[in-house]
């Protein structure tokens, strides 16, 4: 298993640690709930050196990504970053990755880290014939994230940039506590916050400084267990959850992320437009439990109650910290995905009444 | 972590405290650490009989899902009632206001085969 260089700092701080995507990571420090709490009243500080850094550069940077990817990177501003998915040729889903324009030719594309490997392959070889490059610097790239209402205040005092310029989904290189960095406003937690790209050692200086700017705003450090929690209550798809091999983009409710308008073939191109040709045989939705229970990943569910047997299944679920009700993400029948919809997840021996409620099931208010 | 003397263990990281021909249980102050937040708590109706071993609920953390095992053979006499809105008293006061039911005892010497406070303790500084 590999560690961040912030082991020591986890290992201090207490936390319980468990194997992730070939990484051993904080799951949690003081609690889950707790940590979710603070993320969502204050700001919570994230260890993410696990996931990939693919830097793609090159007169033909846009044109490679663009075949590459479902999305078109090509519309994407200098310092803008775009949602992206990456799919096989018969349309599955090998990872969904978030895609940054750094400059005219360069790119810097963030996948999931249990899928580095597989992405990182795939782009490498869908780069042949592109006057383009890959680096893999995954292993020599830190990544920190500040999430919570509290982020840019505890953030910027530290940055050389002005963060207040910094819209959501922008990105800029800039000098953090010391060390050259790529500061993004972008995150995966439903609330305001950063994420700063830095050299793999120079990443525990930083994270010091970081908590030491936020010992007064309520800034924790956050582990896996809270950031699957976050990001559920945001209604994002997790890969290994809601996404797979097996899913398509359109039935993932991820539809508006693939660019069939735009110009050239892409991997997956001809797949995806069969796929958006077919009627949808499921469909990803948000559940409330309406009664006592909690939905896991896998539970069967009748959609709608009524129906004789399971027709759909519990992708995510838990009970949520902000809202204090069972939620989860579900894949169920079209017809029986209408929210108000009354369906039933099969717990143990028992049915358990869920509606179909609209996705997120948090916004942050603005 | 703390283990009270005077009560019997499981090897599940279940508690019994006897008292007369009925006894309470609950999980541990170890095992309610390890599960992590409890967010919910699947308690058995009153009245319902279980043999020694089965499986007499559930305790859920916001990560994951376990059974509770009856220490003893017995039969529900009552359920804590406060654990439907309140399951983080199983983290708060595992020993105390977190604990899940009161059983009438079928066989009160079967409590004698759980592990003492000085056993357990030195099984969860092994584990």
Redesign the interface.
């Given at each position: 298993m590999r560690r961040t260089s912030l082991y020591d700092r986890h290992a201090a701080a207490g936390a319980?640690l468990i194997e992730f995507g070939g990484w051993e990571m904080p799951?949690?420090y003081k609690?889950?709930?707790?940590e979710h709490r603070a993320v969502r009243q204050a700001a919570g500080l994230f260890d993410l050196s696990h996931m990939g850094e693919l830097f793609v550069a090159g007169p033909g940077a846009v044109a490679a990504l663009a075949y590459a990817l479902v999305s078109d990177p090509g519309r994407l501003a200098v310092g803008r970053a775009q949602y992206s998915l990456i799919c096989a040729p018969d349309g599955g889903l090998i990872d969904d990755l978030i895609v940054y324009r750094l400059a005219e030719e360069r790119f810097l594309v963030v996948p999931n880290a249990g899928n580095r490997e597989a992405v990182t392959d795939a782009v490498r070889e869908r780069l042949a014939g592109f006057e383009a490059q890959l680096d893999d610097a995954s292993l020599r790239t830190a990544l920190l994230a500040v999430q919570g209402p509290h982020a840019q205040g505890i953030v910027a005092p530290l940055i050389d940039a002005d963060l207040g310029a910094l819209r959501y989904y922008g990105i800029t290189p800039a000098r953090a506590a010391g060390t050259d960095a790529l500061v993004a406003r972008t995150g995966y937690t439903g609330e305001d916050g950063f994420e700063l790209f830095v050299p793999w050692d120079a990443a525990p200086a930083l994270w010091d400084r970081l908590m030491e700017a936020g010992r007064g705003a309520g800034l924790v450090p956050v582990g896996l267990?809270a950031r699957d929690?976050l990001r559920l209550e945001a209604g994002m798809p997790l890969y290994g959850n809601e996404l797979d091999w097996t899913v398509n983009p359109f039935e993932a409710g991820l539809g508006r992320v693939v660019r069939l308008d735009k110009a050239g073939d892409f991997v997956g191109r001809s797949a995806l437009e069969a796929a958006l040709a077919r009627p949808l045989s499921r469909t990803l939705v948000g559940l409330v439990l309406r009664e006592?229970?909690?939905a896991?990943h896998g539970y069967p569910v009748f959609a709608p109650a009524a129906a004789a047997s399971p027709t759909g299944v519990v992708t995510s679920g838990?009970?949520s910290?902000t809202l204090g009700v069972?939620i989860a993400m579900a894949y169920v029948p079209p017809d029986a995905s209408a929210v108000g919809t009354m369906e039933a997840v099969a717990i143990?021996d028992g049915r358990v009444a869920a509606e179909v409620v609209a996705l997120p099931f948090y916004s942050r208010p603005r | 972590m703390d283990v009270p003397d005077g009560l019997r263990y499981t090897d599940d990281h279940e508690w019994l405290r006897v008292e007369g021909d009925a006894g309470v249980v609950g999980i541990t102050g170890y095992a309610a650490d390890q599960l992590?937040?409890v967010?919910?708590v699947?308690l058995p109706a009153v009245g319902a009989r279980f043999e020694r071993g089965r499986t007499f609920g559930?305790v859920?953390?916001?990560?994951a899902?376990s059974d509770l095992f009856a220490p003893v053979a017995g039969e529900v006499l009552e359920v804590n009632p406060a654990l439907?809105d309140q399951p983080?008293l199983v983290?708060a006061e595992p020993y105390g206001a977190g604990w899940m039911v009161r059983l009438r005892l079928s066989d009160p010497a079967q409590a004698d085969a759980l592990k003492d406070a000085v056993a357990y303790r030195e099984m969860t500084k092994a584990g």
């Open positions: 319980r799951v949690q609690g889950i709930l707790e267990g929690t006592r229970g909690v896991r838990t009970v910290p069972p143990r | 992590g937040d967010v919910f699947e559930v859920e953390s916001v990560k899902v439907a983080e983290n």
